[in-house]
């Protein structure tokens, strides 16, 4: 076997068999790695995007997602969780941007972006607490759009555990205009082991 090293990319690849460290294989099955969970690229308009029958199988989701409109748009990109079909409410909400910080509570949505207005949008968030019931409900990430104020956001929102509770659906949704054809949102999720 032998070994490949790109210098400029930092990627080690084999040419033939299997690579291990230490007697472990490299990329295999272990914990802390992401799997695909769900992936979609809209083929029309949308006015959301739903991801549901989620579980606890994962300790942690990972969404990623990246749209482009023809021109200008008030999108509103944002998220909103539930159980089953019941809309959950009570979000803490935090935005931090090159100029400003907001914090809210009492929410039913949680806001992607602090300038509502692009051409693009690109956001990658984690979310905790999918699937488990009486837990809180814990969600982190940056996006980043085209406007020329408050391009990079970074965004945390929570929600409090409630008893009989179990979050296992969210909807991406786009409140002023609409979530563009061809837009990519992949979900990723991460087991402990």
């Given at each position: 076997?032998?070994?490949?090293?790109?210098?400029?990319?930092?990627?080690?690849?084999?040419?033939?068999?299997?690579?291990?460290?230490?007697?472990?294989?490299?990329?295999?099955?272990g914990g802390g790695h992401y799997s695909l969970v769900s992936h979609t690229t809209t083929s029309s308009t949308a006015?959301?995007?739903?991801?549901?029958?989620?579980?606890?199988?994962?300790?942690?989701?990972?969404?990623?997602?990246?749209?482009?409109?023809?021109?200008?748009?008030?999108?509103?990109?944002?998220?909103?969780?539930?159980?089953?079909?019941?809309?959950?409410?009570?979000?803490?909400?935090?935005?931090?941007?090159?100029?400003?910080?907001?914090?809210?509570?009492?929410?039913?949505?949680?806001?992607?972006?602090?300038?509502?207005?692009?051409?693009?949008?690109?956001?990658?968030?984690?979310?905790?607490?999918?699937g488990l019931t009486n837990k809180a409900l814990q969600w982190t990430g940056t996006s980043f759009t085209s406007t020329?104020?408050?391009?990079?956001?970074?965004?945390?929102?929570?929600?409090?555990?409630?008893?009989?509770?179990?979050?296992?659906?969210?909807?991406?949704?786009?409140?002023?205009?609409?979530?563009?054809?061809?837009?990519?949102?992949?979900?990723?999720?991460?087991?402990?082991?």
């Amino acid at each position: 076997m032998a070994l490949t090293i790109n210098h400029q990319t930092n990627d080690i690849s084999a040419t033939s068999g299997s690579m291990t460290i230490d007697g472990s294989a490299v990329g295999g099955g272990g914990g802390g790695h992401y799997s695909l969970v769900s992936h979609t690229t809209t083929s029309s308009t949308a006015s959301s995007v739903i991801f549901d029958n989620l579980n606890d199988d994962y300790i942690t989701y990972q969404l990623v997602m990246n749209w482009v409109h023809a021109s200008q748009v008030s999108t509103g990109p944002n998220i909103r969780f539930y159980d089953g079909s019941t809309l959950l409410n009570g979000y803490g909400l935090h935005t931090n941007d090159t100029s400003n910080q907001t914090s809210s509570t009492g929410q039913t949505s949680a806001f992607l972006v602090r300038e509502l207005s692009g051409i693009y949008f690109h956001a990658v968030m984690e979310i905790w607490g999918i699937g488990l019931t009486n837990k809180a409900l814990q969600w982190t990430g940056t996006s980043f759009t085209s406007t020329t104020a408050n391009q990079t956001v970074r965004f945390a929102g929570w929600r409090a555990g409630t008893s009989s509770v179990t979050p296992d659906k969210f909807e991406i949704r786009a409140n002023w205009s609409s979530i563009p054809a061809g837009a990519n949102l992949t979900l990723y999720g991460r087991k402990s082991s």
